[in-house]
């Protein structure tokens, strides 16, 4: 099976041989029909894959521009226009009548 | 060039006339260097087709139709290792899991069919495969683009886009995989 000489000759050899012995097979009838549909198919999936990305994308920033504007637009309660403290003061304002009455001692307390 | 530079950026451009072209003029090359690689007969159309669908969904990205070629070997080399990894991957159908009736039918098919001249050709190439068999997928893919597809290193750079100097210290450190190989094979030929 291999030629008796040099390492590498007889492996030069070989490899000749072994071109000769696996030569250029011919394509099937049913090659370039085969391949058209094998490209055809991918280009499908490619095509439907493209149109359901560019759905997603556009449900997305319709839902951006959505939530944007929901959050731009002014609130129509007024609490927001005044803060805690404001409120706080309002409800217990140190002008009232109970607050400016004159002192009273309660001689009833028991005496420590 | 099997083909026109035109007729690549044509293909380039979306036309189909030109892409098959294209594809009549390289394929019979590629299913014979396909073959090789992978030294399964029946799988050699489906890899080739692999190979022109790859090509036809990137020819946009080839910058000048004077790299076509390395290109295509590129995605050649590509397929065929793909598939040879797969294959490793799978099972694989030996005769000693064939029923004894199955065994003795595919000995009459091949016995029928197969003249002296080429049981001589199929008897090289087992023994070409099995020597092969005792190098890493990679390296018996590079051999076989040397030695075999008759490439040059320079064609290889360009295909494996790694400098000359890696690739010859791995053709080398292969050769000699396969040549130590070789005498242990011919030392059991003759002890046997």
Same mark, same amino acid.
């Given at each position: 099976?291999?030629?008796?000489?040099?390492?590498?000759?007889?492996?030069?050899?070989?490899? *000749? !041989?072994? *071109?000769?012995?696996? #030569?250029?097979?011919?394509?099937?009838?049913?090659?370039?029909?085969?391949?058209?549909? *094998?490209?055809?198919?991918r280009?499908?999936?490619?095509?439907?894959?493209?149109r359901?990305?560019?759905?997603?994308?556009?449900?997305?920033?319709?839902?951006?521009?959505?939530?944007?504007?929901?959050?731009?637009?002014?609130?129509?309660? #007024?609490?927001?226009?005044?803060?805690?403290?404001?409120?706080?003061?309002? !409800?217990? !304002?140190?002008?009232?009548?109970?607050?400016?009455? #004159?002192?009273?001692?309660?001689?009833?307390?028991?005496?420590? | 060039?099997?083909?026109?530079?035109?007729?690549?950026?044509?293909?380039?451009?979306?036309?189909?006339?030109?892409?098959?072209?294209?594809?009549?003029?390289?394929?019979?090359?590629?299913? %014979?260097?396909?073959?090789?690689?992978?030294?399964?007969?029946?799988d050699?159309?489906?890899?080739?087709?692999?190979v022109?669908?790859?090509?036809?969904?990137?020819?946009d =990205?080839? $910058?000048?139709?004077?790299?076509?070629?390395?290109?295509?070997?590129?995605?050649? &080399?590509?397929?065929?290792?793909?598939? /040879?990894?797969? =294959?490793?991957?799978?099972?694989?159908?030996?005769?000693?899991?064939?029923?004894?009736?199955?065994?003795?039918?595919?000995?009459?098919?091949?016995?029928s069919?197969?003249?002296?001249?080429?049981? =001589?050709?199929?008897?090289?190439?087992?023994?070409?495969?099995?020597? /092969?068999?005792?190098?890493?997928? +990679?390296? $018996?893919?590079?051999?076989?683009?040397?030695? &075999?597809? %008759?490439?040059?290193?320079?064609?290889?750079?360009?295909?494996?886009?790694?400098?000359?100097? @890696?690739?010859?210290?791995r053709?080398? $450190?292969?050769?000699?995989?396969?040549?130590? +190989?070789? %005498? @242990? @094979?011919?030392?059991?030929?003759?002890? %046997?």
């Amino acid at each position: 099976m291999f030629p008796t000489q040099g390492g590498d000759d007889k492996l030069d050899s070989l490899w *000749r !041989a072994y *071109r000769a012995a696996c #030569p250029d097979q011919e394509p099937s009838a049913n090659f370039m029909p085969g391949l058209w549909q *094998r490209i055809e198919a991918r280009r499908n999936f490619a095509f439907s894959f493209q149109r359901m990305v560019r759905g997603f994308v556009t449900v997305a920033a319709a839902l951006t521009i959505a939530i944007g504007v929901y959050v731009s637009l002014p609130s129509p309660t #007024p609490a927001s226009e005044t803060n805690y403290l404001e409120a706080l003061a309002e !409800a217990n !304002a140190l002008d009232t009548p109970e607050n400016i009455g #004159p002192v009273r001692l309660d001689w009833n307390e028991p005496r420590r | 060039m099997l083909v026109e530079f035109e007729t690549v950026r044509r293909a380039q451009q979306g036309d189909s006339a030109a892409f098959n072209e294209i594809v009549l003029a390289y394929r019979k090359r590629t299913l %014979g260097t396909i073959g090789r690689l992978i030294a399964r007969t029946e799988d050699v159309e489906d890899v080739a087709q692999e190979v022109f669908l790859r090509l036809y969904f990137s020819l946009d =990205q080839l $910058r000048t139709p004077e790299v076509f070629e390395p290109w295509l070997y590129r995605l050649t &080399v590509n397929a065929a290792y793909d598939y /040879l990894r797969k =294959q490793r991957r799978r099972p694989e159908f030996r005769m000693s899991d064939l029923s004894e009736q199955q065994v003795m039918m595919a000995d009459a098919v091949a016995g029928s069919k197969a003249d002296h001249d080429e049981q =001589q050709k199929k008897k090289l190439r087992e023994t070409v495969d099995s020597l /092969l068999g005792t190098i890493s997928e +990679a390296d $018996r893919v590079l051999l076989l683009m040397k030695e &075999v597809e %008759g490439l040059s290193l320079r064609e290889l750079e360009k295909i494996y886009r790694v400098k000359e100097n @890696a690739l010859k210290v791995r053709l080398f $450190r292969a050769r000699q995989r396969v040549l130590k +190989a070789c %005498g @242990a @094979a011919e030392r059991q030929n003759q002890n %046997g």
